[in-house]
């Protein structure tokens, strides 16, 4: 499974449900999961059924409290939004009404997602419709008041050098449940179509026949008008009338958690948030590309994978030549770059990073240290090459590692004293000084720094973003070591002479993108603005000076130049992180035009 908590009084594990798990998944699919939680579901075919909910990286499955089943929910693609709803339920008594957490989740609804996911899990797991859809009330409610779980997690076995599936799209997911069924299961063709009756059939007419000459419409199609409109007609449907209905269909899918120390709802978030940004960034060629990400053959796969040991060892010797002394601004810069590039391929890495106590002061201070030299104007070409690559490789680290002990305890060593250091090395003037192209090679023009500057500035706007998401779960979770809140994060930055300008350049960014010519932006550049926008809105709600200094200097500008019709031509709908991306710039819009 994805990750390890240590916490015992927090997170308690199901050796039982997470065996029937590992038994009914496949085993790339297994380690995709993320959590799971007892609690009340209720939806269109679940009346208040007490069920595990079992979070992976792509989609939701269900299973029964005592694991009998597996059926995957929804899955992410189809989710438009996950809130929480301020009620108590009626349904429940007591200190279980009182302490239960109601999360809404809407979604599209996708019949054939659920079909082949029962297509899809093993013959023992396979429930008939009575077992799925015909729960009754009371047996599944009887067991609450004496299993008050909270999420569980479990430990990942396999660390291998490999390309990670996780950032495919689509039914993935269901793809990853063994396919195996019984012969009193048989498979159902997925093209079905309506059989017509032959009194509906259109003749066919001989070619001889002029359809002009004596023969009327209603001759040659004897069904009219009013018996189209029969109770008969408009049931038949054709395929494409089907789709289009199922599109715009809706959903809800509700989750009462039944514990005071539920996570689940910010896990949801967290995942769904990773999702579709990955997704998005998956119809990116360039970015592909440029991390060197693809999606290998079966037999190629399986070349690569490798245990968990030959990784670490790989982990251990790549790490030992980066923390050795004296070592050249080339050869860091290689050794970085093959750490980023091996993150990507295989993000079981992520997890010896975070537990390799040496790594991350080491970027923070290499980070430092070329922040200053590049505001200095010394080797301002290699610096900021060198920044950017410590600061992409940091955002790569913080990304869906949010459930790995071993990264709180790194980032809230020496009471935050590493990361209060990352974020002031982070934040720099957007302004290139007449220094910083002084001394610039003939081939290299000051066009070029400023290039570079602005990668700079996008992969500081990523990190800062992940640092932000990351305290407002923490501040989410009450618990005596979660210092690192976003007014934390603020305070520490206060006193930073860049800072308003920093974040004035984030700002004036979104209003460029968003005014500029209607072409759509590439998937690379929806994703950076939907960080954008995090991070400004943090800025909004956390800090009041920087939300004076933001609303002071913008606030015409985005009440001129962006305009939420604009949206949809901007960011395309067959992008997942458009929807999200919208309701975002609408609430920072209008924040924007009503702070006085």
Same mark, same amino acid.
């Given at each position: 499974? +994805?990750?390890?908590?240590?916490?015992?009084?927090?997170?308690?594990?199901?050796?039982?449900?997470?065996?029937?798990?590992?038994?009914?998944?496949?085993?790339?699919?297994?380690?995709?999961?993320?959590? @799971?939680?007892?609690?009340?579901?209720?939806?269109?075919?679940?009346?208040?059924?007490?069920?595990?909910?079992?979070?992976?990286?792509?989609?939701?499955?269900?299973?029964?409290?005592?694991?009998?089943?597996?059926?995957?929910?929804?899955?992410?693609?189809?989710?438009?939004?996950?809130?929480?709803?301020?009620?108590?339920?009626?349904?429940?008594?007591?200190?279980?009404?009182?302490?239960?957490?109601?999360?809404?989740?809407?979604?599209?609804?996708?019949?054939?997602?659920?079909?082949?996911?029962?297509?899809?899990?093993?013959?023992?797991?396979?429930?008939?419709?009575?077992?799925?859809?015909?729960?009754?009330?009371?047996?599944?409610?009887?067991?609450?008041?004496?299993?008050?779980?909270?999420?569980?997690?479990?430990?990942?076995?396999?660390?291998?050098?490999?390309?990670?599936?996780?950032?495919?799209?689509?039914?993935?997911?269901?793809?990853?449940?063994?396919?195996?069924?019984?012969?009193?299961?048989? +498979?159902?063709?997925?093209?079905?179509?309506?059989?017509?009756?032959?009194?509906?059939?259109?003749?066919?007419?001989?070619?001889?026949?002029?359809?002009?000459?004596?023969?009327?419409?209603?001759? /040659?199609?004897?069904?009219?008008?009013?018996?189209?409109?029969?109770?008969?007609?408009?049931?038949?449907?054709?395929?494409?009338?089907?789709? =289009?209905?199922?599109?715009?269909?809706?959903?809800?899918?509700? /989750?009462?958690?039944?514990?005071?120390?539920?996570?689940?709802?910010?896990?949801?978030?967290?995942?769904?948030?990773?999702?579709?940004?990955?997704?998005?960034?998956?119809?990116?060629?360039? @970015?592909?590309?440029?991390?060197? &990400?693809?999606?290998?053959?079966?037999?190629?796969?399986?070349?690569?994978?490798?245990?968990?040991?030959?990784?670490?060892?790989?982990?251990?010797?790549?790490?030992?030549?980066?923390?050795?002394?004296?070592?050249?601004?080339?050869?860091?810069?290689?050794?970085?770059? =093959?750490?980023?590039?091996?993150?990507?391929?295989?993000?079981?890495?992520?997890?010896?990073?975070?537990?390799?106590?040496?790594?991350?002061?080491?970027?923070?201070?290499?980070?430092?240290?070329?922040?200053?030299?590049?505001?200095?104007?010394?080797?301002?070409?290699?610096?900021?090459?060198?920044?950017?690559?410590?600061?992409?490789?940091?955002? &790569?680290?913080?990304?869906?590692?949010?459930?790995?002990?071993?990264?709180?305890?790194?980032?809230?060593?020496?009471?935050?004293?590493?990361?209060?250091?990352?974020?002031?090395?982070?934040? %720099?003037?957007?302004?290139?000084?007449?220094?910083?192209?002084?001394?610039?090679?003939?081939?290299?023009?000051?066009?070029?720094?400023?290039?570079?500057?602005?990668?700079?500035?996008?992969?500081?706007?990523?990190?800062?973003?992940?640092?932000?998401?990351? %305290?407002?779960?923490?501040?989410?979770?009450?618990?005596?070591?979660?210092?690192?809140?976003?007014?934390?994060?603020?305070?520490?930055?206060?006193?930073?002479?860049?800072?308003?300008?920093?974040?004035?350049?984030?700002?004036?960014?979104?209003?460029?993108?968003?005014?500029?010519?209607?072409?759509?932006?590439?998937?690379?550049?929806?994703?950076?603005?939907?960080?954008?926008?995090?991070?400004?809105?943090?800025?909004?709600?956390?800090?009041?000076?920087?939300?004076?200094?933001?609303?002071?200097?913008?606030?015409?500008?985005?009440?001129? @130049?962006?305009?939420?019709?604009?949206?949809?031509?901007?960011?395309?709908?067959?992008?997942?992180?458009?929807?999200? +991306?919208?309701?975002?710039?609408?609430?920072?819009?209008?924040?924007?035009?009503?702070?006085?």
């Amino acid at each position: 499974m +994805a990750t390890t908590l240590s916490d015992d009084s927090l997170w308690r594990r199901n050796s039982k449900l997470e065996t029937f798990l590992k038994r009914s998944l496949e085993r790339d699919a297994y380690e995709r999961i993320r959590a @799971y939680e007892p609690c009340v579901v209720v939806s269109e075919t679940l009346n208040k059924v007490f069920m595990h909910v079992v979070l992976s990286d792509e989609c939701i499955y269900l299973t029964e409290y005592s694991p009998r089943t597996l059926q995957q929910a929804v899955h992410f693609t189809h989710i438009l939004d996950i809130e929480l709803i301020n009620d108590l339920p009626d349904f429940l008594r007591g200190r279980e009404r009182d302490q239960s957490l109601h999360i809404r989740i809407v979604h599209t609804s996708a019949k054939d997602t659920g079909k082949r996911n029962i297509n899809s899990v093993k013959p023992q797991t396979i429930a008939s419709s009575t077992q799925q859809f015909n729960y009754g009330v009371s047996p599944s409610m009887e067991g609450i008041s004496s299993v008050l779980l909270s999420t569980h997690l479990a430990p990942s076995e396999n660390t291998s050098w490999r390309v990670s599936q996780s950032s495919k799209r689509g039914d993935d997911c269901g793809k990853g449940i063994r396919k195996s069924r019984s012969a009193s299961c048989p +498979a159902y063709p997925t093209n079905l179509r309506l059989a017509l009756p032959q009194a509906l059939v259109q003749p066919q007419i001989s070619p001889d026949i002029n359809p002009l000459s004596g023969v009327t419409a209603t001759q /040659l199609w004897p069904l009219t008008a009013s018996c189209r409109s029969s109770v008969l007609g408009r049931q038949i449907k054709t395929q494409e009338d089907l789709k =289009e209905e199922e599109e715009k269909k809706e959903a809800e899918l509700h /989750l009462y958690a039944v514990s005071l120390t539920s996570r689940i709802y910010l896990q949801l978030q967290s995942s769904w948030n990773s999702y579709i940004m990955r997704s998005t960034l998956t119809l990116d060629s360039v @970015y592909m590309k440029t991390c060197s &990400v693809s999606t290998p053959s079966p037999k190629k796969q399986t070349q690569h994978k490798s245990s968990g040991e030959r990784t670490s060892h790989l982990f251990s010797q790549l790490i030992g030549e980066l923390l050795q002394e004296k070592i050249s601004l080339e050869s860091l810069y290689l050794l970085l770059q =093959e750490l980023f590039t091996a993150t990507h391929r295989n993000p079981s890495i992520k997890k010896f990073f975070w537990r390799c106590p040496e790594l991350y002061p080491f970027l923070v201070k290499t980070l430092e240290e070329n922040s200053q030299l590049s505001q200095d104007g010394l080797n301002t070409i290699d610096r900021l090459l060198l920044s950017t690559l410590v600061v992409q490789t940091l955002s &790569v680290m913080f990304r869906e590692t949010e459930l790995e002990p071993a990264r709180l305890s790194m980032l809230t060593s020496k009471q935050g004293g590493v990361t209060a250091a990352m974020l002031l090395a982070l934040v %720099c003037d957007p302004e290139l000084r007449p220094s910083h192209t002084a001394q610039l090679p003939s081939s290299q023009t000051p066009s070029y720094t400023e290039a570079l500057q602005a990668e700079y500035l996008d992969a500081a706007s990523v990190l800062l973003f992940e640092v932000v998401m990351f %305290c407002l779960d923490a501040s989410r979770t009450p618990h005596p070591g979660h210092f690192l809140t976003v007014s934390w994060v603020f305070r520490t930055l206060k006193s930073h002479p860049f800072l308003p300008h920093f974040m004035g350049y984030q700002a004036k960014q979104v209003v460029l993108v968003l005014s500029d010519s209607k072409s759509p932006l590439i998937p690379s550049q929806a994703v950076l603005l939907y960080q954008r926008c995090h991070v400004l809105l943090a800025c909004l709600h956390y800090s009041t000076c920087l939300s004076t200094h933001i609303t002071s200097e913008f606030q015409e500008e985005f009440r001129y @130049y962006v305009k939420i019709s604009g949206l949809e031509d901007k960011l395309p709908p067959h992008y997942p992180i458009s929807l999200p +991306a919208r309701h975002l710039i609408s609430q920072l819009l209008s924040l924007m035009l009503h702070r006085p």
